[in-house]
């Protein structure tokens, strides 16, 4: 493999997933767990006990928890183009970011 | 042959032609271009995007179990079996940073099960050993289970005796053997639209032709009552066990190995973090399944003589008109050998990687390799048939419960070992072999109640351990997994200050810190082999797994 391009000054691929974003993926964690406080019949909706319908509730915040980190703290295409010169070139193909969704 | 119903076997026999052709279509494609999704599942720079993870991790963890065993539970015990919709909530954030991690770690390395990484994290083959058969052991009552939800439809369509299950093996054997991943996979498509349609449909049409949800939960809280055991709501002896089963179940979950051969085909670590929230959507599906418990409440369907897993099939069957509720029986039917598939294979690497490799034949050529890795995926699956046949399928929810207890063992040495290298594999060992023994003897000593709390079975009764019998005064009882994990913990941290402090050797780590965080763009990353036709580590190309 030949010896890679310097990346322009400035902008390095990032090299850690430390991020104060992360803390919000223990709400979803942690909410689910307190039984006590949704283990209840009241209030009902549309003939649920609150018990059912909130956890379905529940599944709706990890969406959204996991999709807002998942924004904030994903390499910017200034930082994907600099590693992909650090890469010695990008490979043939479709490039990543419409990765299909 | 009395009592069976013709139109609903027929629709079902169909769509399990449709199954085997386009399982066999998907094998001639292999090396074809611009087939769909196609080209992406061969081998080299063609890896799976967020949609084709989606799919499979979907298929891979919301299977035939999830059909069949969660709503019967929901049917027999109430709001305890609805553990299930936790669950999948808490998995998905709480491995969102892990998984990425060991995408990252395996693509720079090389390494294709998770008792691949624990050799070269720890430099240990007793700790991988024991990764691998660990895997192994806890894979085999999940394969079963997908079993028995052939069985419950099979059974509720008249159809009786052993050899249907014997005939499902026999395909999924056919699937496995000669197609890899890629049968399964192309399936899964065609499991996902049966079964969204069936939930979809079943939601609608079943609580409209039941007076609403209103009186479906009153049913449930009328029949519970009546029966004095089970309820709507739990009762507060019973909400750590409930939340304990949902945080041990989430965190066994990602260490299966075949959750691990999903999370490893993603193509970059961005199609993992999207699929983390595109996931529970399955999840949201599984509350409404999970319902269908209820709904034969309601409905008052009975059970097929004692087999509390036909309880949604004969909902179907008394809710449906034959040929949609043959439909639905060919969802749950094809539901269970998308994952049975993935499992034998992905149980069948860790077999020939870190047992037959290591151990039984240190010179064997790829193609020795690929051979055994077929042959073990059919062993597996044979042991997962005589499991079926020769243990009762009642219990095939609490088998799967056991086989999550046992995985958890492993949570130390992989989960852990992505972030710190600090735990001495000695320890590790030491934490393994006691989370074990105090797994086991805790579910021995599970018995299994009946209605009003009379013991039917001494023994190997469920998960939830009494914690009355370690001398507390509470009728509070805990999930055996989390209890056991504890106690693995707490001896793997003693031992490592232990092992530390006599300075006994701890190998040499095989990855570098930056491993864990490397990205598809980066130059170290490579693509990972075809998971049933790859040379184990140390082979050709695997040189560097040693560093």
Known sequence: ???????????????????????????????????PLYDHRDPQLFGWPFFYWVQLVFVALGVLTTALVYRATRRSPEERAAARRAADGPPAGPPTRDGGR | MDGVNTVELAIFVAFFVLVTVVGFAAARWRRAENLMHLDEWGLGGRSFGSWITWFLIGGDIYTAYTFVAVPALVFGAGAAGFFAVPYTVIVYPLIFLVVIRLWSVSHVRGFVTPADFVRSRFDS??????????????????????????????????????????????????????SGLRAPALIAFVKDILIYLTIIVAVIVIPAELGGWGAIFGAA???????GSGGVLLPQAGQLQYATLALGSALALFLYPHSITGVLAA????????????????????????LLGYMAIAAGTTPVGTDGNTIVPRLFQDMFPSWFAGVAFAAVGIGALV?????????????????????????????????????????????????IVFIDPQFSIDLQLIGGVIILQTLPSVA?????????????IAGWVVGMAAGMLMLYNVPRLGPGGVVLREHWGGSAFSLGKLGFDTKYTIYAGFLSLLVNLVVTIAGTFVLRAMKVADGVDGTAETDYTAEREDPTVRDLPDPLESVPPGAAGGASVRG
């Open chain 2, 267 to 290: 193509k970059n670590r961005d199609v993992l973090k999207r699929n983390m929230s595109a996931l529970p959507v399955y999840s949201l599906a599984l509350g409404f399944i999970a």
């Open chain 2, 416 to 428: 852990i070992g992505l972030y710190t290298r600090w735990l001495h594999r000695g320890a590790l």
């Open chain 2, 339 to 387: 994952p049975a598939a993935i499992m034998s294979i992905a149980a069948a690497n860790l077999f020939t990687r870190n047992i037959y490799k290591e151990y039984l034949k240190k010179d064997a050529t790829p193609e020795n390799e690929a051979k055994v890795a077929k042959i073990a995926s059919l062993v597996v699956k044979l042991g997962a048939v005589a499991a």
């Open chain 2, 125 to 178: 083959s007793t700790l991988a050993l024991l990764v691998a058969i660990t895997g192994i052991v806890a894979t085999m009552p999940y394969i079963a289970l997908q079993l028995v939800g052939i069985e419950a439809v099979l059974e509720t369509m008249g159809v009786t005796g052993q050899w249907p299950i014997i005939v499902a093996f026999v395909i999924l054997a056919l699937y496995t053997y000669s």
């Open chain 2, 221 to 227: 809280d009328e029949k519970f009552t009546a029966a």
């Open chain 1, 1 to 35: 493999m030949s010896s890679p391009d310097t990346p322009p000054a400035g902008v390095a691929p990032r090299r850690s997933d430390r991020s104060p974003w992360n803390w919000l993926l223990v709400v979803p964690i942690v909410v689910p767990l307190l039984v």
